[in-house]
């Protein structure tokens, strides 16, 4: 297998990442390695999901927890050899990545352990665990964007993790109805005891004024979370901080949208779509075209 078929492999697989572009305005020469980076993570998320296939009613050995646990160590032994599947697209090309760019492979790691994770873990007792998980499973994206780039100062890694975090958890609000299907709830349990909201309320689809005050808490701390990230665009060298910065204004609107909801996603999932773009573009545009604001005074912004 050539590198060229194995790096278009890796496209094909990664052209949709749902909320935000991928390698979009990256500079083309660095595009490949994007999206085999985005493959790898994409194929080892739906090895995790793939146990929730509601098109069947009889459970194939590979959708079951152990199935899906003996699939995310293929991908971890995969990632440790290269030998072991030399004809694998996407680790032909995931190991050339990071063998050219001398990326982490603890990062990978991170992913995989939060993968496995979701396996077996479908509830979150505190914001303090679902902020680990979010570590894990999608923090090691933006760092390894960032060191592609060659970017890898530390306030730069920790700007990334807040933006990462901040569109991690911007997702779980948005698929509330989607995730209750698979039994997981990703609310922390201590906080929805706080807010008087149940289980049984979330199954029986009752957006109450109760649960409705406790997303709109959840919704500004994702809001929080992509102000202290936001000055990371300002270090970032064109035509990378394009793609930043329309990463950002989509998972913001997604937020925007759950607002104007009243935080009923239980009934409702909103997305993007054709007419967001010319505004989010817009947005971006303009955002940059006037001056970012350095990192210093987002991280200010972010945790006044």
Known sequence: MTLETAYATCRRIAQHYENFPVGLL????????????????????DIADEGYDSSSDEALPERTAAGRRKGLLRFE???????????????????????EFDLPIDLFLDLLSAFAQDVEKRRYASFAELLDYCRRSANPI??????????????????????????????????????????RIYLPQ???????????????????????GLLAMEVERAFQLFEQGYGLMATLPRPLCWEIELTWQ??????????????D??????????????????????RIRDGLPRLSESVALGSS
């Open 26 to 45: 990256v500079r083309r020469p660095l595009r490949p390695h994007i999206h085999a980076i985005y493959a790898f993570a994409r194929l080892a998320d």
């Open 250 to 263: 989509s998972g913001r609107r997604i937020l925007e949208k759950i607002v104007d909801l009243d935080f």
């Open 190 to 212: 201590d906080e929805m005891k706080r807010f008087g909201v149940t289980e049984e309320s979330l199954f029986a689809g009752l957006a109450s004024c109760e649960f409705r």
């Open 142 to 183: 933006g760092r390894l964007v960032l060191l592609i780039h060659g970017q890898k100062r530390e306030e730069q890694l920790a700007a990334s993790d807040a933006i990462c975090t901040a569109l991690q958890i911007t997702n779980f609000w948005q698929d509330l109805s989607v995730d209750l299907l698979k039994d």
């Open 265 to 286: 996603t239980l009934h409702h999932r909103p997305t993007l779509d054709a007419l967001d773009a010319p505004t989010l573009l817009a947005k971006a545009f303009f």
């Open 77 to 99: 032994t995969a990632l440790r050899d290269p030998a072991s599947a030399p004809e694998d697209a996407v680790f032909v090309a995931l190991h050339q990545t990071i063998q």
